[in-house]
């Protein structure tokens, strides 16, 4: 789908911004382009007519319903996902190329593996090499001094809308995981730090990270 079709389905729930999509104010949507859109997605089958949803349609906007109100969001590159409970999830994902965005159930039951699994530079074990010594670099520096690119690096971000999360002061977070040299790091984008870590901290991390 793309942003126009999300911003015509989402009127069905309450209207209101979807995080980490473009601002739907700036769409600028007239009657006539909804109605536009309406009668497309009649033709791709998620309306019956201009004023009712198929099946397939009311499966997509209760997935954009639980999207919206998940209390946790983990954002992987292009991919972002909601988590709805410990073991599912909403995926948001986007295919730049395309503009395309499309709404899925995911298992989470699995999502430490199933991360590892894709990322061989987390399956070696190995110990941090400078654990107590934190470098400060800006983003600009990690970039040139040691290329994390996609196959050495996960780029993962987390906005946790939890209640006590945001009374103490926490809720987002913004970090790379690379490898560089036979060593893993840890980039903390907010506060400008690097620092040495060992496979399973990584791990302990990660888990902590896509755990709602």
């Known amino acids: 789908m793309n942003i126009k079709e999300i911003y015509v389905l989402n009127t069905a729930l309450d209207g209101k911004q979807i995080v980490y999509l473009p601002d739907f104010s700036k769409l600028h949507m007239s009657v006539i382009l909804i109605n536009s859109v309406k009668e497309h997605l009649v033709y791709k089958g998620l309306l019956e007519s201009v004023g009712a949803f198929t099946m397939e349609g009311v499966k997509i906007v209760k997935r954009m319903e ?64 400078n654990p107590a010594n934190p470098e400060s670099l800006t ?25 006590d999360t945001a009374v103490n002061g926490g809720g987002i977070t913004n970090e790379i995981i690379f490898d560089f040299e036979g060593s893993i790091y840890l980039y903390d984008q907010d506060a400008g730090l690097l620092f040495s870590k060992g496979r399973d901290e990584i791990l302990t991390l990660i888990k902590e990270r896509m755990t709602a």
């Open 139 to 163: 983003l600009e520096e990690i970039q040139e001094r040691f290329h994390p690119g996609i196959d050495n690096s996960i780029y993962l971000s987390t906005m946790d809308l939890n209640e």
């Open 66 to 129: 639980d999207f919206k109100q998940a209390k946790k969001y983990i954002k992987l590159g292009a991919l972002v996902i909601g988590l709805i409970n410990e073991n599912e999830g909403v995926l948001l994902k986007y295919i730049p190329g395309k503009e395309d965005y499309s709404f899925e159930r995911i298992d989470m039951t699995n999502r430490v593996s199933n991360l590892t699994a894709a990322y061989p530079f987390l399956t070696e074990l190995r110990p941090s090499q």
